[in-house]
């Protein structure tokens, strides 16, 4: 009844040698279920952590490997004899296609392009523009741009740590980077142990080198091996339960098990011998202004760092968690947290630069299915005790999505096999027949009464089902989930908050975990690589000097005058206590729609709409006191329905005689069809709305009504706040009053992991005004499935122009753009087609060629900053700074930051918890020629113009408005009445011969689309 989850044609590899000589199919071997429990037994606790069930059995001791014959090899019972495969090539033969790992985060160069960081094309220097800088009109190449001077003077110096720890190399240390090929392909936990037998037992061979490995096929070694050609042949014993019947079934009432050798060819071939002098030389600037970084050699070193955590730790992406690093903990709904450590080796000014971070991620919690789901699912917590009950309707839909693709072993019997879950059968468990292999058909739960004497007592619940293509059914109650795989769900709100308390540190706590890892015994520095390869990794944090900018100076409204602040608080916040918003607005027709709450909560909606009257007067925003209808009173079961829900505010809508400017809900609770409700009001009925929960106006306070009547004021046309002093007087060299500039985000969000079907959600905002440059609309469209290149900016941008034209009365002279969630190994080709897509928008006007500056911001980074001791941090006012983050202000452009290129890292925010992160800003393309000095200020004085807040924000606010827009478009495609979920595991399990169809965005209704509705 159980399939294993690697194919059945697993014939025994001696039987022929020419069928070994042969072509193996990929992954037709998979033994990664044995490895996992293997190495979590060894060196490694976390399985212990919260493990429900008994262990499985442990592993027997490790065999001998038992040497090969060359030719033909000889029956299993014969002794065998060992034969390695030597051969020496000429050096005029070297010459092998080079191999490389995709975990790696640095982007890999080829000779037709190669490009440090991902970005320097050398194909050709730039040449043909103007003075400006402007590209010509025929196609170029591109190269990042480089700094523009040492770095910025202004702000007051202020003394740092950066968790970076420098790398020193011997450049004259070479590395023999060697293709390994394992047939059959075994996953990368067995292909380490292979790499590990294999120095244990060949090291004469191998010349006594201790080499990294990355598990696919990539070995680097500092020392040359005796032979550029090696072939071994190694058994490793695997076991496993003996099959007998159909789909990995046993057959009787006791397991026989086995340790079943299985045999590997390895075969190790020499690549290419990296020189470290190229990469001390762009260290060093030593080199050409357009020479690439060299990315073999740093990719060997990435590799060698991480050699002995991987070996301790789960590798999950770039980061390694450990239960040895604070242990786990439940966040509930069968999910725990797990801590552990970034890192990751970069190019920095002051040479290589080993980044280390704490981090926190969700593990599936290793129990049992049954309790796994009453975990996950609300409407199953009673399950243990209503055996007999089924599911209907929409509850296996949850149960399969909850379900799909997690990886669990059976408790009936011993075994060390693993499966995937890829769905649920459509019949009950006491409904379910299978046909054994003599043609007998049989009942699922007689079945496993008869041979493992087991009643099942789920049997309304349906199976697991654990092959794709043929019927392979397990029992729930049977079914453990295997530890150490990642929570890919959409963690709840509550689980969210408990991870986030995990990985809230302050920066003290912080600043010893990481030093805790650079010091401990499964960090990067643990291991005997760092000597083998002439490595010497400092245990100290990098000490730097950074500067905190000054605030800008605001302009605010004071019942129909300007006046003027200063923050000056060392968060940088301000109030409005005595001084209204900038730019207020006459809101005189709007309604108010409830869904739920209880005849306390309905009853307390004339003094919500009182208090919210009088708060939006204090702040110079007129809000009529009654609104243009009655209160309308609906349940949450409108949610339910979407031609309900529409049909409600088309009511509402005809009552005001079409001419709605505001519709205020409040809602009981939050529910899934707040999209549609968000989607039917901005691209159907064209009206803004505001949201708000029943239990916040049960406590109404001054700062929740003051919050509220920001974002309507945004919403509906007015401004916050907007600079004292305007842009053209503050870099008069580059803006004037008379040339105006419009600043563009733009942002891409992509559905979730899980989520193989649905489009991807590009937004462009745009400013509208000049010179104030507060106000933005916005562009969003939908594009291929995890597509990060925007498809459709060409047009979005000649959308935004035109507006921006229709408003100001010209074009502007300077485009300032911000693209928010590019990695880095994605620059190069998003500066690359992205530039060119602006470009052609801006042919499309006659004559017009505007200097474009195009900056990459980063948030999802690990570099922190934090605060260096000093001669009185012993005093309790030294303490208490060491344990704050950073002032709002800092910026950092030197020592940590790219050796050629133009980036810096800013610290706009204060950080109320946690340690702050710093936002990195990197300029990928400067026609406009900024020196650090002038772009630096300009991006910190505007994050004090966003809307929704009177403190400065961690993000640009282009790139901040463009990723809001894009979850509001995210939101349009979701509906509550939709069969989504259907449609994406339909088109999951098919094999797709194509990518999966575009569903277009609704378009916005004409009333809204000049609004910053998405804020």
């Not at 046909?435 to 008869?450: A, C, E, I």
């Not at 109030?575 to 918003?581: G, K, T, W």
């Not at 029943?694 to 920001?710: D, E, I, R, V």
């Not at 229709?806 to 990695?823: A, C, T």
Request: net charge positive; proline share 7%.
């Amino acid at each position: 009844m159980e399939e294993r989850e690697e194919p059945k044609n697993d014939r025994k590899c001696y039987s022929k040698a020419r069928r070994f000589r042969g072509r193996t199919e990929p992954n037709q071997y998979q033994y990664q279920h044995h490895l996992l429990h293997h190495s979590y037994r060894n060196g490694f606790s976390y399985q212990n952590g919260y493990q429900a069930f008994p262990g499985l059995l442990p592993l027997p001791p490790p065999i001998l490997l038992l040497p090969l014959p060359a030719t033909p090899l000889p029956h299993q019972n014969e002794n065998l004899r060992s034969k390695t495969h030597l051969q020496k090539i000429s050096r005029k033969q070297n010459k092998f296609t080079r191999t490389t790992s995709s975990d790696t985060q640095v982007p890999v160069s080829t000779a037709a392009q190669a490009v440090p960081e991902g970005l320097v094309q050398i194909a050709e220097k730039l040449n043909n523009g103007d003075e400006s800088g402007q590209m010509a009109s025929k196609p170029q190449a591109i190269m990042a741009a480089r700094r523009p001077d040492p770095g910025g003077v202004d702000g007051a110096v202020i003394p740092l740590l950066a968790n970076h720890f420098l790398v020193q190399f011997d450049s004259s240390q070479r590395i023999f980077h060697y293709d390994v090929d394992i047939s059959p392909h075994p996953s990368k936990e067995v292909a380490r142990m292979i790499k590990k037998k294999l120095v244990q037992d060949y090291s004469a061979m191998l010349s006594d080198a201790h080499p990294a490995f990355d598990g696919r096929r990539n070995l680097y070694s500092p020392i040359e091996f005796q032979y550029d050609k090696l072939e071994f042949f190694i058994r490793l014993p695997i076991p496993t339960a003996k099959s007998l019947l159909p789909m990995g079934e046993i057959n009787g009432t006791t397991t026989e098990k086995h340790e079943e050798p299985r045999l590997f060819r390895v075969n190790i071939k020499l690549v290419s011998k990296l020189d470290g002098q190229e990469l001390s030389n762009y260290l060093s600037k030593e080199g050409e202004d357009w020479t690439p970084l060299p990315q073999d050699y740093l990719h060997a070193l990435d590799i060698v760092l991480r050699e002995s955590p991987t070996e301790k730790c789960i590798p999950v992406g770039r980061s390694l968690y450990s239960s040895t690093i604070g242990g786990d903990k439940d966040i509930g709904g069968g999910a725990v947290g797990l801590r552990g450590f970034f890192q990751s080796l970069r190019p920095t000014q002051q040479g290589l630069s080993l980044n280390v971070d704490f981090s926190v991620t969700a593990f599936h919690e290793s129990i049992g299915i049954i309790p796994y789901l009453q975990k996950r699912l609300e409407f199953l917590r009673d399950l243990s005790y209503r055996k007999t009950r089924g599911l209907v309707g929409e509850e296996r839909k949850e149960v399969e999505k909850a379900l799909k693709n997690i990886r669990i072993f059976v408790c009936h019997r011993e075994t060390n096999q693993r499966y995937r879950v890829f769905s649920l059968t459509e019949e009950a468990t006491e409904n379910l027949w299978f046909r054994n292999r003599d043609g007998k058909d049989l009942r699922l739960v007689d079945y496993f009464k008869d041979h493992y004497n087991h009643d099942i007592q789920f049997r309304n619940l349906p199976c697991l089902q654990i092959s794709r293509s043929k019927p392979c059914y397990l029992p729930m109650e049977l079914c453990v989930v295997c530890e150490g795989q990642k929570f890919l769900g959409k963690l709840s709100d509550d689980q969210t908050a408990r991870i986030l308390k995990m990985g809230c540190q302050r920066p003290r706590e912080r600043k010893a975990i990481i030093n805790g890892v650079m010091a401990g015994s499964f960090g990067p520095t643990s291991g005997d690589h760092e000597s083998e390869f002439k490595l010497h990794v400092s245990r100290e944090m990098t000490q730097l000097m950074g500067r905190v900018l000054q605030p800008p100076k605001l302009k605010l409204g004071d019942r129909g005058h300007l006046t003027n602040l200063i923050p000056s608080r060392h968060d940088r916040q301000w109030n409005l206590l005595e001084s209204h918003v900038f730019e207020g607005t006459r809101i005189e027709r709007w309604a108010l729609i409830s869904f739920g709450g209880t005849p306390e909560q309905r009853a307390s909606i004339p003094r919500f709409i009182n208090q919210l009257s009088q708060r939006c007067e204090q702040l110079g925003i007129f809000l009529n006191k009654n609104a243009i209808v009655k209160p309308q009173f609906e349940s949450m079961q409108v949610f339910n329905s979407v031609s309900a829900l529409e049909s409600k505010l088309q009511k509402i809508q005809r009552a005001s005689s079409n001419s709605l400017q505001l519709l205020i809900c409040v809602m009981e609770r939050k529910h899934k069809g707040y999209a549609d409700l968000k989607r039917i009001a901005e691209t159907g009925i064209g009206v803004v709305t505001q949201c708000c929960l029943y239990p916040n106006l049960g406590k109404l306070n001054s700062q929740f009504l003051a919050n509220l009547a920001l974002k309507i004021n945004a919403k509906v046309g007015g401004c916050t706040v907007a600079l004292y002093n305007s842009l053209p007087s503050q870099i008069p060299r580059l803006f004037g009053p008379d040339d105006p500039a419009i600043f563009m985000g733009a942002d891409v969000t992509h559905p979730h992991p899980l989520d193989d079907f649905s489009p991807s959600i590009a937004a462009v905002v745009g400013s509208m005004n000049w010179p104030a440059a507060n106000k933005y609309i916005s562009r969003m469209r939908s594009q291929t499935h995890r597509q990060e290149i925007i498809q459709d900016l060409g047009e979005m941008v000649w959308e935004l122009l035109e507006d921006f034209c229709k408003e100001v009365n010209k074009l502007p002279k300077r485009i300032i753009f911000f693209r928010d969630g590019v990695s880095e190994t994605q620059f190069y080709r998003v500066l690359k087609e992205e530039l060119q897509a602006i470009r052609a928008a801006c042919s499309r006007f006659p004559g017009y060629k505007p200097a474009i500056t195009f900056t990459v911001v980063q948030k999802r980074h690990h570099t922190r900053l934090f605060p260096k001791e000093t001669d009185d941090s012993s005093s309790s006012a030294g303490a208490n700074f060491i344990n704050e983050n950073i002032p709002p202000g800092t910026v950092v452009d030197s020592i940590i930051t790219h050796p050629r290129e133009f980036d810096f890292y800013l610290c706009s925010h204060w950080g109320m918890k946690g340690t702050s992160r710093p936002t990195h800003y990197h300029v990928l393309w400067d026609e406009n020629r900024f020196s650090s000095d002038e772009l630096q200020k300009l991006v910190h004085n505007l994050c004090y113009t966003f809307v929704r807040c009177t403190k400065p924000v961690s993000l640009v606010p282009p790139a901040y408005y463009a990723h809001l827009a894009a979850y509001r478009g995210r939101l349009y495609l979701e509906r509550s009445d939709s069969t989504e979920f259907t449609r994406s595991s339909t088109a999951a399990s098919l094999s797709r011969a194509a990518p999966p169809k575009i569903t277009p965005l609704p378009r916005l209704n004409e009333n809204v689309k000049k609004l910053m509705f998405y804020c």
